[in-house]
């Protein structure tokens, strides 16, 4: 049991102890240690520092005056004083029942207490005082005044409430003075690895010359666990700080030592993020506005696009390189969305609507779509200007001011030297028809409409062996749902599909085509048993869908919008497919392969029954497997 001894008998003992500690710490190095104040114990020697603004207590005032704010040095984290400690910061501790008395050091009858009567700290005879800690505040709270002590100011320590003055900022913290008798530890971790994936497990390896016990924590026990013997459970995706700590082995003379690494985690089975090639097309026409289209505002003789607001409603710029008429994405646009009204536009930039509402040059930004003050009528000059006019003052039109530099509004008149006209680039994605095809495969995280001159197309089951329907799923104009994978049809040559913001109603019907892939860009269906074909040419002709790889396993997918047929295994036996338009019409794709006639050779039906023949002739049309290939009987 510890001892409790006389508060004057405690302190004569405190300063024996310190004077012979500390007076001999020019032999060994100092090392103040940020305390909790629940561990510290009677007769610890302490530093009370406020970590916010780098000062520590001091009794520089003298008897009876308040304790100035004297500058202390911390590491980097804080958890430790680094610099020299002068002996009027050191405090000696008493503890009983949970209440905290604190003596200067050398000063046997001076306590630290606050006083009733106003906001001052003291250092003096009054032994009546005593702290409590208030975890909430980090302060000192005293007891009899209901007080908490802080700096104020930075220049010395006063009693307030949390309610007053910079005391609110201000976080206590005490550093306890510390010698650890021994040597260093040798004390090394390793991992296998230190990428796991969800789900793995390994353990920790240490390699140490002290017996000392060991621990181990995880910063965050969502993504990792790690239990008390070091084996590692990885959780979920993301990295995480691991910590090893080694205590103290006072029967080897070592030390305790402290270690920690990052270890990642990460979702073998989570689909990659689909990087879709996207560019800003130049609009000439109101044809190629669209309800919930994504655009750019761009002074093409500026080489300037629009960012976010300032705080002064009007538009940032960005600079970029034009070249009409495209330019390349840059996350630094602000891109705006356009919505339709029976005649006029709102243009929505982030959560906020773009107005006009004053006879000035300002534009004006609200969460609402309130009224004609924040709608526009759009329409576009023999040079390809986008005249955006504001509907409640139509004499403004959207510009860029030169001279600020700023996207706002002016009116037409202003047009000149330094008051520019603007331009409209569509956000849209890009799509390639193959010549040789005439069909690709699509799959996008974005929504978008399909241009004119293509038709997207669902891949579903046939009742033919080795074939499969292609039902029309959304014709030119139609808005379609992001992460729909699709084949799409049209004369060959390069399509931008407009980008939506909107909400796009999910595709209802039956479709073998999908898009999902993992971190390494390979095909991930989310059924089971499946087989894999993509959209390509055997032998440089006779495009349909085969096998990416050997016997229909996964395959890497080379562009970043490719999608793929998944079929299940039960219906899959054929290594290709060809495609029926409908009810039954052959499209312009053909056939999986043709032959007039084959070689002597062992003839097999898809359901593996082997028919009675010497070659394919006379043979009932259908498919047939002949030395390893199938082959259409037509």
């Known amino acids: ?66 304790p100035v704010a004297t500058s202390v040095t911390f590491n980097t984290d804080k958890t430790e004083i680094t610099g020299d400690v002068v002996d009027d910061l050191k405090w000696s501790i008493e503890v009983e029942n949970g209440k905290y008395k604190f003596a200067k050091i050398g000063e046997t009858t001076n306590y630290l207490y606050c006083t009733s009567t106003n906001n001052g700290v003291r250092v003096g005879t009054n032994t009546a005082n005593t702290f409590l800690w208030d975890a909430t505040t980090n302060k000192l709270k005293n007891v009899s005044t209901s007080r908490w002590i802080g700096v104020y100011n930075s220049q010395d320590w006063r009693c307030y409430t949390t309610t007053t003055g910079n005391i609110k900022e201000t976080v206590t913290k005490f550093f306890k003075y510390i010698i650890e008798e ?54 979920s995706e993301g990295t995480v700080k691991i910590t090893v700590k080694l205590a103290a082995d006072k029967e080897g003379g070592f030390k305790s030592a402290t270690t920690s690494f990052d270890l990642t985690v990460v979702d073998p089975n989570k689909p990659a993020a689909v990087v ?17 289209g994504q655009y750019v505002i761009v002074c093409e003789s500026k080489n300037v696009v629009n960012g976010a607001y300032s705080s002064s409603d009007y ?40 107005g006009k509402v004053s006879a000035n040059n300002t534009l004006n930004s609200n969460v609402f779509d309130s009224g004609d003050d924040y709608k526009w009528t759009i329409g576009f000059d023999e040079e390809g200007n986008a005249l955006i006019k504001s509907v409640s003052q139509n004499a403004y039109q959207m510009t860029y001011n030169s001279g600020a530099p700023r996207f706002s509004s002016y009116k037409s008149t202003s047009v000149g030297t330094s008051i520019l006209n603007v331009q409209l680039y569509r956000l849209e994605a890009v799509a390639t028809i193959n010549e040789k095809i005439g069909y690709t495969t699509y799959y996008t ?43 799409l049809g049209g004369e060959a040559g390069t399509y931008g599909l407009p980008v939506l913001n909107k909400e796009v109603e999910a595709y209802g019907g039956e479709n073998l085509l999908e898009g999902r892939r993992n971190a390494d860009n390979v095909t991930n269906s989310t059924r089971e048993d499946v087989l894999y074909y993509k959209l390509t040419l055997l032998n440089g002709e006779n495009p349909g869908f085969y096998w990416g790889a050997a016997d229909g396993a996964a395959f890497v997918m080379k562009s970043a919008t490719t999608a793929y047929l ?3 295994k039960s219906v899959a036996a054929a290594n290709g497919f060809r495609l029926i338009m409908g009810e039954g019409d052959t499209t312009g794709i053909g056939s999986v392969t043709t032959e007039a006639a084959a070689q002597n050779a062992a003839i097999y039906t898809l359901s593996g029954v082997r ?24």
């Open 445 to 487: 995280d974005e929504k978008y409409q399909l241009p004119e001159g293509l038709t997207a197309y669902a891949i579903s089951e046939a009742q033919e062996a080795g074939a499969v329907v292609m039902t029309p799923a959304y014709e030119a104009g139609a808005d379609v749902p992001a992460n729909t994978a699709l084949l």
């Open 276 to 292: 879709t090639p996207m560019l800003f097309k130049k609009v000439t026409s109101k044809a190629e506005l669209i309800d919930g």
């Open 611 to 634: 028919v009675n023949a010497a070659n394919t002739a006379g043979l009932p049309k259908g498919i047939y497997i002949v030395n390893g290939k199938t082959l259409l009987v037509k």
């Open 566 to 568: 998944a079929v299940p």
């Open 315 to 354: 538009l940032y710029r960005v600079e970029t390189t034009v070249s009409a008429p495209v330019i390349d994405v840059n996350e630094g646009f602000g891109v705006i969305t356009l919505t339709k009204y029976t005649h006029n536009w709102s243009l929505k930039l982030g959560d906020k609507y773009i």
């Open 182 to 235: 021994g040597a260093a530890p040798e004390f090394s971790v390793s991992l296998v690895s230190y990428k796991m994936n969800v789900g793995a497990t390994q353990k920790i390896t240490v390699t140490t010359n002290s017996n000392g016990s060991l621990s181990y924590e995880s910063a965050d026990n969502v993504v990792v666990e790690v239990d008390e013997d070091g084996n590692i459970t990885a959780k």
């Open 1 to 66: 049991m510890r001892k409790i001894y006389s508060v004057r008998a405690f302190l004569t003992l405190c300063i024996l102890a310190v004077s012979s500690l500390i007076g001999g710490m020019s032999a060994q190095a100092q090392k103040w240690v940020a305390t909790e104040i629940s561990e510290l114990a009677t007769g610890d020697v302490v530093v009370i520092a406020d970590v916010t603004s780098d000062r520590a207590m001091s009794n520089g005032n003298g008897t009876s005056k308040a």
